[in-house]
């Protein structure tokens, strides 16, 4: 015997010899799981999706492997409008058995068709639309999403099941019923139509009746049928569910129509129209976007001006400043002026005051400078001493130290203000030979 | 009677062919063989210890 699992040869105590699995084990899951899948097959083929579906999950959960569950599984779901989650069973089923599957069949005949594989991604899609609508609570577009879905996916189960419920929310049991009589008829044990049409009341004698219509009219019969319920569902569809079951076409008499004579009343209609949907719809919305666009320069330039408005006050703030700065440095300059004035009257006083001894001792130590030929603090000297008081000394030892210092000019000059200022002093004549010069 | 709200909130969003890899990568459900090796693989470990 081989492994089931590893196909490595069983030992005698019934393990196998490679991985260690108990052989019985192994026979035994893989037994329930071909007879759930049986009982899955048995299923779909009296339409019963929703319980072959429980069924083939089991068969899975016993053994992984089993291809022809997976396969079936697919399909169903592909059936019932899921062909991603069909694909994904198909493709995850050719991956365990790569060769003479017919998962890839399956696989090779949707992707064939990009534009199948396409429609089968905007299918999810609107209806995940559609059900973002109906937990948001905008139901009516909801509506229109699956209305659309449903007439180009006549076998989408959860659409139905959806519109059902948006029916019944809506407050239409009779069109909910509908939608849900479609669910039966594609699975007929639909767990959660059956739950809605049980919750709506509806006797189980005839849950069970419309369960039997849909094995009638979908397995058992033939294609005039399936053409039947074709055209049933595009008319279910367009007139939302209103006169399918119980039509009531009454047809009057036949009377042809000559439509030249209206040639004229038409066109008028329509320039009336056209006139009526330009006033009414046309010019509103672009009175509103012109109204918007001025409100929004009006908002635009009050925010300018009263940004300006913000910068002129700040400037006047600003020449306020200037101003006063410059008051203040007025004030400070008269100050100062002051304060110079001040001080040149507090020197004269203190001028005026210093005893004349200083001048003469400035005077002598001048003269002592000379004599010793330090030239320079004589001049020093003789100058700080006519600062104090103009006096011929101080002119003569003046002169006499530029002489010293061969500064002749200054001499001269010295010795000039001398004569002028004093015309009688006793260094007149020594003085006379320099002037001379 | 029916609650919208709460069937509203049971139906799950179908799958987009985006989402199929993903879908594909995380279909990693267990059956009987995958929990005997388990089961083999705790005995072995707690033999050799």
Known sequence: ?437 | MINFDEEVRKFKPCLEVSQAEDAIYKNDVKDITDVLEEMLQQVNSKKTK
């Open chain 1, 1 to 437: 015997m081989e492994c089931l699992n590893c196909g490595a040869p069983v030992l005698e105590n019934g393990h196998c010899s490679q991985c260690g699995m108990n052989y019985k084990l192994l026979a035994k899951a893989y037994n329930t799981s071909n007879y759930y899948y049986n009982l899955g097959l048995d299923r779909a083929s009296v339409r019963d999706l929703t319980g072959a579906i429980d069924a083939l999950n089991l068969a899975l959960k016993y053994n992984k492997q089993n291809i022809n569950a997976r396969n079936l599984l697919g399909l169903i779901y592909y059936e019932m409008g899921e062909t991603v989650l069909g694909l994904t069973q198909w493709v995850i089923s050719s991956n365990y058995l790569p060769e003479n599957n017919m998962a890839e069949w399956y696989i090779k005949e949707v992707q064939s068709d990009p534009l199948k594989l396409e429609e089968a991604n905007q299918l999810a899609k609107q209806f995940n639309q559609a059900l973002a609508h109906a937990k948001q609570g905008t139901k009516d577009l909801a509506f229109i999403q699956l209305k659309r879905i449903l007439s180009n996916y006549p076998h989408f189960v959860k659409g139905y099941l959806l519109l059902a419920l948006l029916y019944l929310d809506n407050g239409n049991p009779d069109r909910a019923k509908k939608a849900l009589k479609r669910v039966l008829r594609i699975d007929k044990n639909n767990t959660l139509a059956v739950k809605y049409l049980s919750e709506m009341g509806v006797a189980p004698k005839d849950i069970i009746g419309m369960k039997e219509s849909s094995h009638r009219i979908d397995v058992d019969s033939a294609y005039s049928d399936e053409d039947q319920y074709k055209s049933d569902l595009e008319t279910f569809v367009e007139k939302g569910l209103e006169n399918i079951d119980n039509p009531d076409l009454t047809v009057g008499s036949y009377q042809e129509i000559n439509h030249s004579k209206f040639n004229l009343v038409y066109v008028a209609v329509g320039l009336v129209l056209g006139v009526l949907v330009f006033w009414l719809l046309v010019l509103p919305t672009k009175l509103n976007s012109a109204n918007q666009k001025n409100r929004q320069q009006e908002l635009a330039y009050s925010e300018e001006v009263s940004k300006k408005n913000v910068t002129i006050s700040d400037l006047e703030g600003q020449v306020e400043d200037l101003n006063k700065q410059i008051q203040a440095q007025e004030e400070e300059k008269k100050k100062e002026k002051n304060s110079q004035k001040d001080s040149k009257e507090a020197f004269q006083i203190i001028k005026k005051n210093i005893p004349n001894t200083t001048y003469e001792t400035l005077c002598s130590e001048a003269a002592t400078a000379i004599s010793g030929n330090d030239y320079q603090k004589a001049i020093d000297l003789c100058n700080v001493a006519l600062q104090i008081q103009e006096g011929e000394e101080a002119y003569y030892y003046l002169g006499k130290a530029y002489l010293g210092n061969q500064d002749e000019e200054n001499a001269k000059s010295a010795f000039i203000s001398l004569k002028d200022n004093y015309p009688e002093s006793d260094h007149l004549d020594e003085i006379k030979s320099y002037l001379s010069e």
